[in-house]
């Protein structure tokens, strides 16, 4: 069974860090891609960023480039999310999801989810 | 970017009626490879989203055969055949053909 674990979740002050981490179980992590999906509170998804399997390419969406940092430690099963200059509106549930991909599954999806952290950034 | 628009906004459905939802998209989600990536979730009331449908019209891994999805191009609908009291929840259509992976706004189910 597929477990995704996220923590590293809190109160942060707007231009504050935070580090999220993912643990994953229950599938062969180094073969997925994986994500972080965040959704503010009372809102819709929001895809923040992906990384390959290997790490060797990242995307980000426009609203965290430069500020959030996506990485993974294959031999640790988790994945990290570093994220700075924090502001009020990055508040949100973020989620850690498996992207089930054209290299490993011939299609594309989000095919396993986390439970949430929650970051809240404010003074 | 693509931007995903779904209607309606909310959804108040009749137990075992059927219901249906709409999601368009500002550009063709045909893909290069042949495939069109449009995806269903599905998110319960305090609970991470599910995937429900992929590739416009298959259903993942356990879920129920009243839930199908149609479409082609920009224009893509998900329908529940009968609406049962586990389906209240908020429905989001997403496109993975192109980075950024974009959502749409959701459409709430409730029950009548």
């Known amino acids: 069974e597929v477990q995704l674990v996220e923590s590293g979740g809190g109160l942060v002050q707007p231009g504050g860090s935070l580090r999220l981490s993912c643990a994953a179980s229950g599938f062969t992590f180094n073969t997925y891609e994986m994500s972080w999906v965040r959704q503010a509170p009372g809102k819709g998804l929001e895809w923040v960023a992906t990384?390959?399997?290997?790490?060797?390419?990242?995307y980000y969406a426009d609203s965290v480039k430069g500020r959030f940092t996506l990485s993974r430690d294959n031999s640790k099963n988790t994945l990290y999310l570093q994220m700075n200059s924090l502001r009020a509106e990055d508040t949100a549930v973020y989620y850690c999801?498996?992207?089930?991909?054209?290299?490993?599954?011939?299609?594309?999806?989000?095919?396993?989810w986390g439970q949430g952290t929650l970051v809240t950034v404010s003074s | 970017d693509i931007v995903m628009t779904q209607t309606p906004l909310s959804s108040p459905v009749t137990l075992g009626q059927p219901a249906s939802f709409s999601c368009r998209s500002s550009q063709s989600l045909a893909n290069s490879d042949g495939n069109t990536y449009l995806n269903w979730l599905q998110q319960r009331p305090g609970q991470p989203p599910r995937l429900l449908i992929y590739k416009i019209s298959n259903r993942f891994s356990g879920v129920p055969d009243r839930f199908s999805g149609s479409g082609a191009g920009t224009n893509f609908t998900l329908r529940i055949s009968r609406v049962e009291a586990e389906d209240v929840g908020i429905y989001y259509c997403m496109q993975a053909t192109q980075y950024p992976l974009t959502f749409g706004g959701g459409t709430k189910v409730e029950i009548k």
């Open positions: 999801a498996k992207y089930c991909t054209t290299n490993s599954c011939y299609t594309r999806y989000f095919d396993s």
């Open positions: 990384i390959i399997s290997t790490g060797s390419r990242i």
